[in-house]
């Protein structure tokens, strides 16, 4: 599914390089906004500066853009009572791959086509002509796969924003193209990988939440079109087309309680002895909200995982883990849930979310108001396939 990697990383001696400014240079930077209480250089070659304990992000904000001419960085953490600044540089880091965005982006259009081709025209035909008599089927195809890859784009989009928007080092999307039948609607998703931590809890629960919400709001969009452009059948029309098993009733949670909200808000008006019949395109919307509920799950680099890491810290973020894992397992997510156990071990760092270069300064009470957000959006969007 759409989701989210991102690498952090942490100065060690083998992979520390000579620094551009020497040490009292260094510390005269520190100094012009921190109360400096000691001042070393470690085994490591760290610049190292305890400091007076006060509020400190957007200080810190400031050190970082002064480092970052000098291609160095910082962190900043809370040992005992004392706040400790490390300065280091920047590790090298190789070219974008931007061609490589671009091939996999044209083979996700490819797979989510030939996904939305099957979709369409694999439907009995009884059923089609009861539904589409009167429609163009390689429309019905082109709208089923816009609406998918509009969703997974604008979910992707949301991810560009922030990072933009934050000024940090991170890759254009990977696409991940999936060739039905292996997997019904041509993708997994995309893949944007930090090159660098985010400077501090702000930025990290904004880089987890845009994506979510952006792909959430367009699957709003596609929920509402499936509606209004449904088609109407008669009851009758409609018992013997369930009759035949051609047609069925889908609550929750086979389908997302979103749909259930969204009709109550009278989009079409249904005849009296009418039905209206939810075609492949609310198969679009289910998929949006299959992404957004898998993503928002506060399981390691999810976007989720990003989310709880800002709002609760790293112990925080572990116990919203294990229940996160519970919730996979009890909707029967088995495949997806063993997927993350995987990829998790795989890294160096399993149980660890995204660590901000300021893991001192606590999450704005603005972004706490949307944590409660993103918890309405995984209920809303909790769908069973």
Do not use: C
């Not at 797979?111 to 390689?138: K, M, W």
């Not at 925080?316 to 997510?333: C, D, P, Q, T, W």
């Amino acid at each position: 599914m759409a989701s989210q990697s991102a690498s952090g990383y942490q100065p060690s001696s083998s992979t520390v390089p000579a620094q551009s400014l020497d040490f009292g240079s260094i510390r005269s930077l520190v100094e012009y906004r921190f109360t400096i209480h000691d001042a070393y250089v470690d085994v490591s070659g760290i610049s190292t500066f305890i400091v007076q304990p006060e509020p400190v992000k957007e200080k810190f904000l400031e050190l970082l853009m002064d480092l970052a001419h000098h291609d160095l960085t910082a962190r900043i953490r809370k040992v005992s009572d004392k706040l400790v600044i490390s300065i280091f540089p920047k590790p090298s880091l190789g070219k974008p791959r931007k061609l490589t965005n671009l091939i996999l982006f044209i083979a996700t259009v490819a797979t989510v086509s030939l996904a939305s081709y099957v979709l369409i025209y694999e439907v009995d035909p009884r059923l089609t002509d009861a539904l589409f008599a009167t429609s163009d089927l390689r429309a019905q195809v082109f709208v089923l796969a816009l609406s998918i890859l509009g969703i997974v784009v604008l979910h992707e989009m949301g991810h560009v924003l922030a990072v933009r928007h934050h000024k940090m080092d991170a890759t254009l999307p990977y696409f991940v193209p999936a060739p039905p039948p292996y997997f019904p609607f041509g993708t997994f998703g995309a893949v944007i990988s930090l090159r660098g931590p985010p400077a501090n809890r702000d930025q990290l629960f904004d880089l987890g939440f845009s994506g979510p919400i952006a792909g959430f709001l367009a699957t709003i969009g596609v929920t509402m079109f499936a509606f209004m452009t449904a088609p109407l059948i008669t009851e009758q029309k409609a018992a013997e087309l369930m009759a035949a098993n051609l047609l069925s009733v889908r609550p929750w949670p086979y389908t997302p309680l979103l749909f259930d909200l969204l009709g109550l808000l009278g989009l079409r008006t249904v005849p009296a002895g009418h039905v209206l019949v939810l075609t492949q395109l609310a198969f679009a919307a289910e998929v949006g909200a299959l992404i957004t509920f898998l993503n928002i799950l506060p399981v390691w680099q999810l976007d989720g995982g990003h989310i709880a890491r800002a709002t609760f810290g790293d112990q925080g973020h572990r116990l919203a883990a294990f229940i996160a894992f519970g919730v996979l397992l009890f909707a029967g997510y088995w495949g997806f849930a063993l997927m993350l156990i995987l990829f998790m071990f795989a890294s160096r760092r399993p149980l660890k979310g995204v660590e901000p270069l300021d893991d001192v300064s606590p999450l704005s009470n603005l972004r706490k108001a949307f944590f409660a957000l993103a918890l309405v959006m995984l209920v809303l969007s909790f769908v069973i396939f």
